[in-house]
């Protein structure tokens, strides 16, 4: 089965504050793509990363960063020193010949909040 | 960035009514697209895939004479509900992809529809 887990259904931390969020995957596909969206309270989805099922390397983008671990099926996202803005729910996703010509699976997110 | 367009953000409509929404590619190609829809506090849920010129495949359980979808352009897509009624009531988004550039491309979210029905 294809199937993608967030097992944190929310968490809440304090601003400056180092968090990271969870994702754990299932698939039989030998190539797949792995992504991370984004969704503030206003709704929209953003992207925020992707990556190959054959490029094991992490990714940092400023106070993002991502470890991409296929021993484990994991896809974890670090947050450094959230801040407010930080703030929606976190979607990861699976994409791969075996979800259906490529459609894209998603978790059940997992909602941060960051207080001041 | 790709840049996805979605309209209306918001509908409010008496029951029995049907509403389309439209989701246009701004600068891209959307050989795909996709329609989700997404309950309070709940992930998304993909409602039918359509690729440009043919006819939509719905996921299981979603009915096709309810949500109609078309994309007859490379840059636009379609979702009627028809005759809405209140428990038609959630959040529609869509998104698109390029294809033709492979099965690796991110899909790219319009900002979504929130879709009232009284």
């Known amino acids: 089965a294809q199937k993608v887990t967030q097992a944190q259904t929310e968490i809440s931390v304090v601003e400056k504050e180092d968090v990271t969020l969870d994702c754990v995957y299932e698939t039989r596909d030998t190539t797949y793509y792995l992504f991370w969206y984004k969704q503030p309270p206003s709704g929209e989805l953003v992207f925020l990363i992707r990556r190959n099922s054959f490029d094991e390397q992490n990714e940092i983008s400023g106070r993002y960063s991502w470890n991409f671990q296929k021993s484990t099926s994991s896809f974890n996202f670090t947050i450094t020193a959230s801040q407010v803005v930080d703030s929606a729910v976190y979607f990861c996703?699976?994409?791969?010949?075996?979800?259906?010509?490529?459609?894209?699976?998603f978790g059940a997110g997992t909602r941060l909040f960051v207080k001041a | 960035g790709a840049v996805v367009s979605q309209h209306p953000s918001w509908v409010i409509c008496k029951s029995g009514t049907s509403v389309k929404i439209e989701c246009r590619s701004l600068d891209f190609q959307a050989t795909t697209m996709f329609w989700y829809r997404q309950f309070p506090k709940q992930s998304l849920m993909l409602m039918a895939t359509s690729n440009e010129g043919s006819k939509a495949t719905y996921e299981q359980g979603v009915e096709k004479d309810k949500f109609l979808i078309n994309h007859a352009s490379l840059t636009l897509s379609t979702l009627t509900v028809t005759s809405a009624h209140p428990e038609d009531s959630s959040f529609y988004i869509c998104?698109?992809?390029?294809?033709?550039?492979?099965?690796?491309?991110?899909?790219?979210f319009g900002d979504g529809t929130r879709l009232s029905i009284l």
């Open positions: 996703a699976l994409s791969g010949r075996l979800t259906g010509g490529f459609k894209t699976i």
């Open positions: 998104s698109a992809r390029d294809q033709s550039l492979g099965f690796n491309q991110p899909q790219h």
